[in-house]
């Protein structure tokens, strides 16, 4: 069941510009948001996170942004870097801890 | 303070086989979650334990079982397995139920022939 869903499998952005990686739920009971990164050969990293109180968290160059009417959230990573090159999964949480993950987007940053 | 290790880090199994995988948490952490990544799939959730109790169950099969310890390591069994059991294998932890921001250990990559 793909409670949560990551459209794009892919993303590729030019070094400096915006990154806007997106993130569609189904599931009104989750209320809790995060997104992880991960490289290769290593385990996904925690990045930012929102609660779904809110509509925006910003952390650095990274913001998530959460519509809560629309089941809808994104990050978005300006400028972007070449470091920035991973995959992405975005997850949503319910209140007792049910975790769902996406299916992750592979960010390409080119210098 | 060392993250979450999983051993072992590669595994090549033959089909009808089980294996057994594990991890041990960052020291003060007590639930444990267990996930496979697929290509395509993402990150499908096991299921988590905490405090030697499990609390949430993913949708898989009952040859997929797992446990905790005192010491909060967990091991995860795959009986019979099968050829779509090829994944790689995800341990995450927290210190808590209440905590949402789970640290990952690097995975045990599984391949079943």
């Known amino acids: 069941d793909q409670q949560v869903k990551q459209n794009s499998p892919s993303l590729s952005v030019q070094e400096g510009r915006i990154s806007i990686l997106n993130c569609d739920y189904t599931n009104s009971m989750f209320d809790y948001f995060l997104w992880y990164k991960k490289y290769p050969a290593e385990g996904p990293t925690f990045l930012i996170s929102?609660?779904?109180?809110?509509d925006k968290n910003e952390d650095g160059r990274f913001t998530v942004f959460l519509n809560k009417s629309a089941k809808h959230l994104s990050l978005h990573i300006v400028p972007s870097q070449p470091g920035d090159s991973a995959v992405y999964f975005c997850a949503a949480s319910t209140l007792n801890n049910d975790m769902r993950f996406g299916a992750g987007t592979r960010l390409t940053v080119k210098p | 303070k060392a993250g979450v290790t999983q051993t072992p880090r590669y595994l090549i199994k033959t089909r009808g086989q089980q294996v057994t995988l594990s991890c041990s948490p960052i020291?003060?952490?007590?639930?444990v979650s267990w996930y496979q990544q697929t290509p395509g799939q993402g990150l499908q959730f096991l299921f988590e334990?905490?405090?030697?109790?499990?609390?949430n169950k993913g949708n898989f099969p009952g040859r997929f079982s797992g446990r905790q310890f005192s010491n909060s390591r967990s091991e995860m069994n795959v009986s019979t397995l099968e050829l779509g059991d090829s994944a790689l294998y995800l341990c995450?932890?927290?210190?808590?139920?209440?905590?949402?921001?789970?640290?990952f250990g690097p995975g045990t990559r599984l391949t079943v022939t």
């Open positions: 020291s003060g952490h007590r639930s």
């Open positions: 929102i609660s779904s109180i809110k």
């Open positions: 334990y905490f405090s030697e109790t499990q609390r």
């Open positions: 995450a932890s927290r210190r808590g139920q209440a905590a949402y921001e789970q640290y």
